[in-house]
Each structure stands twice: as structure tokens, then as C-alpha cells.
């Protein structure tokens, strides 16, 4: 069976939602933030001990974008990519990859300017560039999501999941939102979806991606 290495409320949200929309069948191993060298099939898994992992037989697959695709492939019922040869699949790969590479590492400046810099007093110069580029991305997600139901049209895919979760990590922010009205309106069809919300649950997230108990992750305290 499937493994899935998370850490709740962290990007390993997206692999769950992705296997709760394909119906997997899957088991969740919680890694503690603190505790990751506890558990050496982790490391085995992936070097660099960063959720989500997935085992799956004999694959190893990491990094939120591959992950996601592998899930959608692996569960080709699920109508998570189009097939092979479909004129949108491709679509699908550039939307994941411009959310890996672009919208989830734009976080990082947001989030935790101080890791970016050995410069403390650079720090909140780097947060605020962080923001002007989080409204340019905000900006790009109107244009490309107007009058479109899902990222690539009118199939959901795991490209709406990656970005959904992405969106919603506005929440742990205090002055930075991804908030157009279109974004906004995808990011609420997404969270209405039941496989989502039992993602959500499963996760303790609540709709606006706060965690509901701030001090657990996995049921566990951090
Ligand atoms: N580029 C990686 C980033 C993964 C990552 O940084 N995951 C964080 C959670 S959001 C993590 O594993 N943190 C564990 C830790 O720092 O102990 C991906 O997209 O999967």
C-alpha cells in the first residue's frame, strides 16, 4: 500500500488531498518536525527528510510537484491529469511546475525573510520584495484563471490542489494575500469539493487553512 510521509497543515496537504480525491487507499506515517531523524525509513525514503514523501512499492517520490503528478498518474481513473497525448496534459505539467518552482518558494520570503539573509537587518527589505512578487503572481492567477472553472478549463486537476493549498497559506500570514476575486473564487470551489474538505478534516485544518489546534501536528505536540 501506498505511504504517505506528512507532516499536517504542511505541503504534504496536497499529496492527501490528491489521494483523497483518487480514492486511494493509502497510510499516513506522521514525521515529527522536531523528531525527523527518529524515523530512519524517512530518511531512507528521501534525503532530504522533507514532507510529502511517498513509497510506493519500489518508487520513492518527492518534492510536492512530483508527488502530485505521480498520485494523478498512478490513479488515471481519477481524472486528476488528462491521459497521455490528450492536448491539456500538458497543461497540467506547466501549471504544477510554475506552482513549484514560482508560487510555493514565493512563501519563503514572506514567511521566514530572516532565513534568506545573514543579515538580520536585511531581513525585512526581503519580506517586502517577497510581497511586491506575491501581488505580480496574484496578478498573473486573475488573468490565467478568468472565466475558467479549474487551472486548465473545465477538468479539476491536481494542479487546482497544488494551487488551493498555496493560496491558502495566505492564513499564516498577517498582510499577504493571494486575494483577487478570481483566486479567490477558485480557492473556495476547490475547499467546497468533499474530498477536500475531508482532507481538510484529516489534516485539522479549518476552511481558511488555519489549524485548528496550533500545537499539534499529527495529534502529536510540536
Ligand atoms: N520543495 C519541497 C519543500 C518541502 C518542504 O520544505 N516541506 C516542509 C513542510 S512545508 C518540511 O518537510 N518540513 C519539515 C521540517 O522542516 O522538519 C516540496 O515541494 O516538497
Redesign the pocket.
Known sequence: MLRLFQ?TG???FAARAALEEAAAEYEVVN????K?DDLPEFAAANP??????VVDGDASV??????LLHIADRYPESGLIPPLGDPLRPAVYRWVTWT?NTL??AWWPLMMPQALTTDEAGAPGIRERGAINMAKHGEYLETELADREWCIGDQFTVADIYLYMLVGWGSFVDDMHVDGATVQAHFERVGARPAIVRARELDDLTPDFQRNHPELRGGQPI
Open positions: 507532516i504542511s505541503s504534504s514525521v515529527h518536525p522536531r525527523r532530504l527528510q522533507r514532507v510529502p514523501t518527492y518534492e510536492t510537484g512530483a508527488v513549484a510555493h518558494s
